[in-house]
């Protein structure tokens, strides 16, 4: 006899084998046994965790020769036929392949005749969500007043694609994913009856790869069956499926939460040099600050949001106590936006190695030092003002760069007397006066413009004018009135407060005021002066973080 696969060979035949959907398996035989049957279902859920095996095993409780019974004798011609997929009662359909008004139509045509020899005639759609607009609607009136004798399954792993006219004539029903405790306990019952060697490690990472769906666990075990000559070990199903170990995401965790950034990037050249998917790295991380974020909130009693063995939890919760939770919060941030950057980039190592430095390497972003000195040399000119705070965008004199602006500017660069260099400013975290407020004014509207860009572009209109005691009066000249007015709501404040206290570590209560002598906020020296030697002016200036 050929060999069949563990997915087929232990694919449930009656309503108790099936795994992790007691919820619905209860509904279904209440309904049989009170014979309280609704004409259409609709079975929802992710793939590999029941549905098409529980709507087998509805139609082969309806159809069996011994009677209607949530015990199907698996033994009769209705029973084996069905499962077997060749009953002319029990008509399986692949939306997928079936999709067009076409097939509908005939369907609609075999509707009408009875069943062979069973008590229903059961059309069990898969993917049903794949059937086309046009295809739905033929469907409906046959589905909403159907012959007596016929039901309708239908399943999907997209219900929000499946026309809502559909599912207000069915009884929805929505299958869950297997936790890892299910799904190993039903491992290791197969590898019993199967006399297989696998550690318990092992079969923790399968049911853990394996995200709920007890198919795809199963067929993970299959493939790792081959290796039966030994026992199968946790390194065979990681090295199998290119998994990253618990081991290292903790190890990785630990020196992030130490600040050591070489050993971070050690670890992720480890992971690289391993052969290791660099998506499946991002998704283990922001899981793992996510398990780190409910256990840092609840503690022991909110453990049991945390899918894991009872070793993993203890380790979890004591690695918890070496971050806060703000940086619990900024490292799940941060691993999100690089899977954003890394689809842009077409590259995952560059961004994740920024990531693990941006939050491993300390940047007070309260002090701002301005250079002493401006380089003589014109590229090392242009890129200091390339950094300076707010970045500008200006206009250089003639040659492939010239512009408009200022078409008589000069090009050549003559050494700066060292002198005449402004002294150093720097922006202390400590009493903070209207100063200091001016200075982080750029930082601050960054830090809001990525929350709202549309408040930072407003707020930029404006600037700080006044301060007295924790009153920050914020000014804006009359012909930017429109600009205070849409920022006077109460959302918009709170998040104004929120970007000034992170920015200056200090709380403030902001008010909005029309000032008829609002100033241009200055440059700084080294832009300004930039400006003089080239005598240009500046054209765009754009937001943009402020560090030293």
Request: hydrophobic content about 40%; glycine content about 4%.
């Amino acid at each position: 006899m050929s060999y069949i696969v563990l997915a087929r060979k232990y694919r449930p035949q009656t309503f108790q084998e099936v795994v992790g959907q007691s919820h619905i398996i209860d509904i279904l035989t209440h309904a049989i046994t009170s014979q309280r049957l609704a004409h259409a279902y609709l079975f929802c859920g992710p793939r590999g965790i029941g549905k098409t095996s529980c709507a087998r095993i509805l139609a082969k409780a309806l159809n069996c020769q011994k009677g209607m019974t949530v015990h199907p004798c698996g033994q009769c011609p209705s029973c084996v036929e069905i499962a077997n997929g060749t009953s002319f009662d029990v008509v399986e359909i692949d939306g997928a392949s079936n999709r067009g008004i076409d097939e509908i139509r005939a369907l609609r045509e075999n509707v009408k005749f009875a069943p062979s020899y069973g008590r229903y005639k059961i059309y069990i759609v898969d993917e049903v969500h794949m059937l086309t607009t046009e295809a739905f609607n033929a469907l409906l009136k046959t589905l909403e007043e159907p012959p007596e004798y016929v039901k309708f399954i239908f399943a999907t792993t997209e219900p929000h694609k499946v026309l809502a006219t559909i599912v207000s004539r069915c009884q929805k029903f929505d299958f869950k994913r297997a936790s890892i405790k299910t799904i190993t306990d039903k491992l290791e019952q197969i590898v019993h009856q199967e006399n297989l060697k696998v550690d318990s490690q092992a079969m923790y990472a399968i049911a853990k790869a394996a995200t709920g769906s007890l198919r795809d666990a199963l067929s993970i075990l299959d493939q790792l069956s081959a290796l039966s000559i030994k026992t199968v070990q946790e390194s065979d199903v990681v090295g199998m499926l290119g998994l990253v170990e618990t081991e290292l995401i903790f190890s990785l965790a630990d020196a992030i939460a130490v600040k050591n950034c070489t050993q971070c990037l050690e670890i992720l050249d480890q992971i690289i040099h391993q052969g290791k998917d660099m998506k499946q790295l991002l998704r283990n991380m922001i899981e793992h600050y996510r398990h780190l974020m409910i256990v840092k909130v609840g503690g022991q009693p909110l453990s049991r949001l945390v899918d894991y063995p009872v070793a993993v939890k203890e380790r979890l919760l004591s690695q918890s106590q070496q971050y806060s939770l703000a940086d619990i919060l900024k490292a799940i941030d941060t691993f999100v936006d690089v899977q954003e950057v890394a689809r842009v980039m077409d590259s995952f190592q560059l961004p994740v190695e920024i990531a693990l430095a941006k939050l491993t390497i300390p940047v007070n972003i309260n002090t701002l030092v301005v250079e002493k000195k401006i380089m003589p040399a014109k590229t090392a000119q242009i890129s200091r003002i390339a950094n300076q705070k707010g970045h500008l965008d200006f206009s250089l004199g003639p040659g492939p760069q010239a512009s408009a602006v200022n078409p008589h500017a000069r090009n050549d660069f003559e050494n700066e007397d060292e002198d005449a260099t402004p002294s150093p400013e720097v922006l202390a975290v400590g009493a903070l006066s209207l100063e200091c407020v001016q200075k982080a004014w750029d930082a601050v509207t960054f830090a809001i413009s990525r929350e709202r860009m549309s408040v930072a572009t407003y707020l930029q209109e404006g600037s700080p004018c006044a301060l007295k005691n924790d009153l920050l009066v914020i000014g804006f000249p009359e012909h930017a009135r429109f600009h205070k007015e849409a920022l006077e709501d109460k959302a918009t404040i709170a998040l104004i407060n929120k970007a000034l206290k992170e920015q200056l570590k200090s709380s403030f209560r902001v008010e909005l005021k029309i000032v008829d002598d609002v100033k241009d906020r200055e440059h700084g020296p080294v832009v300004t002066k930039a400006l003089e030697k080239f005598q240009g002016k500046v054209v765009h200036k754009w937001h943009q973080e402020h560090k030293a």
